[in-house]
T-cell receptor, first 114, second 110 residues
């Protein structure tokens, strides 16, 4: 059982569709993250939110749009994606505030862009 | 740029064999180190972590890792693997953000 949940677990979308990924954390953390996991590549950090403010955007294309309405919820809005965007998208959460911290991950959303 | 290297991409072992997975990081300052595991179909879970103090850290399920500062290494070890250890293992280093290696896929055969 994980304290970080993600929905949907699987998503197939066309290149012209608009969809959203949802993440919810039940751990009382104040930082949330989106990562992209592709085969044979390191996890790529996409976005970081701390106290609901975006603190990092790792040169992610604008077709990915994050939203963090509160410290427990994080969304990733998708539109006009490309086939190379197919990957496992992971959400994570942690405490945040200058000290060492570990991140807790959700199960991921397996995205396929057709 | 900061990076984490895992040199073993795919490791195949028989049960009861000993395991050592290599991890090297490139960062000269204070760094926190982690090993995460991803079992088939499951989410990433923390195996163990090093922040400071004793460089030999013990984690869950009999895993341990040794931080060797002079070698910029944080290798993962287990003296006797089990079939249930079949998974993908990721080393990560945290300076101002968490940076992951490419992962090592471990297959353990009965």
């Amino acid at each position: 059982e994980t304290g970080v949940t993600q929905t949907p677990r699987h998503l197939v979308m066309g290149m012209t569709n608009k969809k959203s990924l949802k993440c919810e954390q039940h751990l009382g953390h104040n930082a949330m993250y989106w990562y992209k996991q592709s085969a044979k590549k390191p996890l790529e950090l996409m976005f970081v939110y701390s106290l609901e403010e975006r603190v990092e955007n790792n040169s992610v294309p604008s077709r990915f749009s994050p939203e963090c309405p509160n410290s427990s919820h994080l969304f990733l809005h998708l539109h006009t994606l490309q086939p190379e965007d197919s990957a496992l998208y992971l959400c994570a959460s942690s405490s945040y505030g200058g000290g060492p911290y570990e991140q807790y991950f959700g199960p991921g959303t397996r995205l396929t862009v057709t | 740029a900061q990076s984490v290297s895992q040199h073993n991409h795919h490791v195949i072992l028989s049960e009861a064999a000993s395991l050592e997975l290599g991890c090297n990081y490139s960062y000269g300052g204070t760094v926190n180190l982690f090993w995460y595991v991803q079992y088939p179909g499951q989410h990433l879970q923390l195996l163990l972590k090093y922040f400071s103090g004793d460089p030999l850290v013990k984690g869950i399920k009999g895993f341990e890792a040794e931080f060797i500062k002079s070698k910029f290494s944080f290798n993962l070890r287990k003296p006797s693997v089990q079939w249930s250890d079949t998974a993908e293992y990721f080393c990560a280093a945290n300076t101002d953000k968490l940076i992951f290696g490419t992962g090592t896929r471990l297959q353990v055969f009965p």
